[in-house]
């Protein structure tokens, strides 16, 4: 199975920061490579696919870059409704797989 | 607009059975896989199974950790996705979502969840 490793595992932020989130695969994913964005007893939202597509109605503040087993989320600019919990997606190979979240305080 | 409601959530005793269900609406529901994710409570996200499309034969994948006790199927005259769940245990205790699978482009609709509790 591949594995995902997320890091930092929390992070405290102020508005207006640069944040910063990394996802690291076990084995070459490619590019199929998505993150979520979770807000507590919310379901999960699909911001990034392919590694770097924004997903529609998804503000352009949030990027994501990478291909192979390195990958990472920026937000260029943290506004008070980005804090929330971040999950990358495995959609290479099954199972498909998670990685452990990222938790996005507020400093 | 695209919605996803599920139901059939509940307490259940370990080694017992419960069967969940997942309406959609507001797309064609049969040209689109689907997928089981649960969460257990203050925990990550784990993918469940995907059910494939009549395209693709309707075929199932699912997580080793449900596999043998789980079973996905759909009913596109229904609009519907299930997951039927056997041999619960303790571990099983989660939010279950279901989710419009667009494959390699990720999970582009959730439903609000339904919650699963196994315990004595």
């Known amino acids: 199975d591949i594995q995902l490793t997320q890091s930092p595992s929390f992070l405290s932020a102020s508005v207006g920061d640069r944040v910063t989130i990394t996802c690291r695969a076990s084995?070459?994913?490619?590019?199929?490579l998505a993150w979520y964005q979770q807000k507590p007893g919310k379901a999960p939202k699909l911001l990034i696919y392919i590694a770097s597509t924004l997903q529609s109605g998804v503000p352009s503040r949030f990027s994501g870059s990478g291909s192979g087993t390195e990958f990472t989320l920026t937000i260029s600019s943290l506004q008070p409704e980005d804090f929330a919990t971040y999950y990358c997606q495995q959609l290479n190979s099954y199972p498909l797989t998670f990685g452990g979240g990222t938790k996005v305080e507020i400093k | 607009e695209v919605q996803l409601v599920e139901s059939g959530g509940g307490l259940v005793q370990p080694g017992g059975s419960l069967r969940l269900s997942c309406a959609a609406s507001?797309?064609?529901?049969?040209?689109?896989?689907m997928d089981w994710v649960r969460q257990a409570p203050g925990k990550g996200l784990e993918w469940v199974g995907r059910s494939r499309k009549k395209g693709n034969r309707y075929t199932t994948e699912y997580a080793a950790s449900v596999k043998g006790r789980f079973t996905i199927s759909r009913d596109d005259s229904k609009n519907s996705l299930y997951l039927q769940m056997n041999s619960l245990k303790t571990e099983d205790t989660a939010v279950y979502y279901c989710a419009r699978d667009s494959m390699r482009y990720g999970f582009d609709y959730w439903g609000q969840g339904t919650l699963v509790t196994v315990s004595s």
């Open positions: 084995q070459d994913i490619s590019s199929y």
């Open positions: 507001g797309f064609t529901f049969s040209d689109h896989h």
